[in-house]
């Protein structure tokens, strides 16, 4: 079942600035972590020691800014990318509440990231960092709809073949002939929230699914 959804009901449902739970899902793994750090040390020790070089010169105030930016950038870098995943998911031109069923449910094992590692013998070695991920494939009464995936944790053990699932559903056609993308999906049976990014505001989305789907 899919129940059309007016543009500014989307936009309570996804903000256009992250929420705390986007910034987190955003901020990344520790490797990630640590990327945006020695981005930030790196470039704001640069820009400021370039700027006390610079305190006759005009341009002193725009390297004193710039070097104040690359030291926020493990805050403002995953509110950046966070505010453009959001943005990307408002760009099509319809989007509904799906209700549907899980029609089938498998998992597989991902590399997440590798890094090359000497190991005993000096000889460097391909180390992989793999996590099994959880793939739902969703229907309803007309058929196969879309699939979500999200790495696999305890919780998600009781997910099961016929549980319930409600999320958004976008699509550039009225009929939504073509589904382009999917939200994150609410499990209410289950009380479980599932996917690898949070796009929704989830007391709205479970507001607005008790006045448009139960009433």
């Known amino acids: 079942m899919l129940i059309p959804i007016r543009q500014n009901e989307l936009n309570k449902l996804i903000p256009s600035v992250a929420t705390s739970n986007q910034f987190a899902a955003a901020l990344g793994n520790p490797r990630k972590i640590l990327q945006r750090i020695i981005i930030s040390s790196i470039g704001g020790v640069v820009t400021l020691l370039i ?8 341009f002193y ?5 710039l070097g104040v930016v690359f030291l926020l950038y493990l805050l403002w870098g995953p509110i950046l990318e966070a505010s453009r995943s959001n943005a990307k998911m408002k760009k099509y031109a319809f989007s509904a509440i799906f209700e549907g069923s899980i029609i089938e449910i498998y998992s597989q094992e991902r590399v997440e990231d590798s890094q090359e590692q000497a190991n005993k013998m000096g000889q460097l070695e391909l180390i992989e960092n793999r996590r099994r991920w959880l793939i739902i494939e969703i229907g309803d009464e007309d058929g196969y709809l879309s699939k979500i995936e999200f790495p696999l944790e305890s919780k998600h053990q009781s997910i099961s073949k016929g549980t319930l699932v409600r999320g958004l559903v976008f699509s550039n056609n009225r009929d939504f002939s073509k589904i382009l993308n999917i939200s994150d999906a609410w499990l209410p049976g289950k009380r479980l929230w599932v996917g690898q990014y949070p ?3 989830r ?10 789907i139960n009433n």
């Open 61 to 65: 105030s725009m390297w004193l800014i």
């Open 51 to 58: 700027s006390q070089s610079q305190v006759t010169s005009q």
């Open 203 to 212: 007391p709205a989305f479970e507001e607005l699914c008790y006045l448009r």
């Open 199 to 201: 796009f929704l505001l």
